[in-house]
């Protein structure tokens, strides 16, 4: 063999080195991309709920929330009920009936959002529509109607859509007239390894008070809204779920310390008042299903108008519930204009304990006491 093929073998060897060496930084950062990257489970997610209540709210509040939703990276959004005012407003310029108009309104806000769009019915929307100041309303047709505009198909809203498990099977919610109809407003989905589910659950004593209570309907609702919710946590054991969060509009009251909801026992989660109790039985198949998951929960709903987190769940021994986390969105006080016109960023992130991390987003443009700097 000559001096040249012998001095060739190490520059050959040199060259297979370095291109093995590349070839390793390209595959260890295609692993970093896809497959080590701390944070490919974490995202952030949009609540808010109980807007509009008002002309200024409806022109000028919820489009800059929207505007402020839409300049985050949101994976989606919910809102958790209540599109209107508990009362019609004499002299608005917006729907403040339980009119089609006023559906067709809060369709374009969820579709003016760049995330997917979810969206769950408040009292407001259908069970107070047959109040007189709401236009006297059948209030189960006009669930009728948010079924067929809002929950016709399996996608939400926004430009970009998600598609969600629907509640069709028994047990069935109730229509006009009293037929059996599927719980189409009932949904969930997966993102990640966290299951999210929405509940048809009302303010109003859930449908059992008010201007015309509705026994056989509530029924109804109730044992379709405990199947969906026990379904929803069968789920999240089966997959390994890191967390679950359950998005509905009323607050049921959890314990004696609630100041706009049904307060209870907080042992037996009786409810203390002279109102029917639209909730009881529900709440206690919550506190099974959260006791038996013992992962994070993450109760989000509307209806009292105050933002605030807390820990209100006890077991029935009277032991708070450490994995359980409430979460009430902002909502109106039209009073304040567009004081409150806000939402909450909540970063997902399967990778720490308590997976959710909770941020009140104060839209600037909607600052009133103190204006933004």
Sequence with gaps: MSDTHQRSRPACTRVLATLLMAALCIGTAAADEHGNDDDKDRYAIGLWGDLPYSDEQAQVGVPNLIADMNAQKLKFTVHDGDLK???????????????????????????????????????????????????????????????????????????KRMKQDVQTAAPYCLGTGGNSVPCVENRRWIVGKVVYVTLNVQGS??????????????????????AWLREAFAMARQRRAAAVMIVSQADPGFDGHSWDAPNRDPKTLVQTGADPDGFVDYLNALREEVVAFRKPVA???????????????????????????????????????????????????????????????????????????
């Design 85 to 159: 005012s508990g009362n019609s407003i004499v002299g608005s310029v917006t729907p403040t009936l339980c009119s089609n108009e006023m559906y067709t309104q809060a369709l374009s806000y969820l579709n003016a959002l760049k995330a997917p769009a979810m969206f769950t019915p408040g009292d407001n929307d259908w069970t107070d529509c047959d109040r007189p100041k709401n236009g006297g309303y059948n209030s189960l047709e006009r669930l009728d109607y948010e079924r067929a505009l809002f929950f016709s198909t399996p996608y939400s809203f926004g430009q």
């Design 205 to 226: 004593c859930n449908n059992l008070c008010d201007t015309a209570p509705d026994p056989a309907e509530f029924a109804a609702r109730n044992a379709a809204n405990i």
């Design 299 to 373: 109760y989000v709903h509307g209806d009292s108008h105050y933002f605030r987190i807390d820990k209100p769940f006890l077991d029935a021994q009277g032991r708070r519930l450490e994995n359980f986390t409430r979460v009430q969105t902002f909502g109106n006080n039209a009073a304040n204009g567009n004081n409150d016109v806000q939402w909450i960023k909540v970063t997902v992130d399967p990778g720490e304990r308590e997976v959710f991390a909770y941020t009140p987003m104060i839209v600037p443009a909607n600052r009133v006491a103190v204006p933004a700097p």
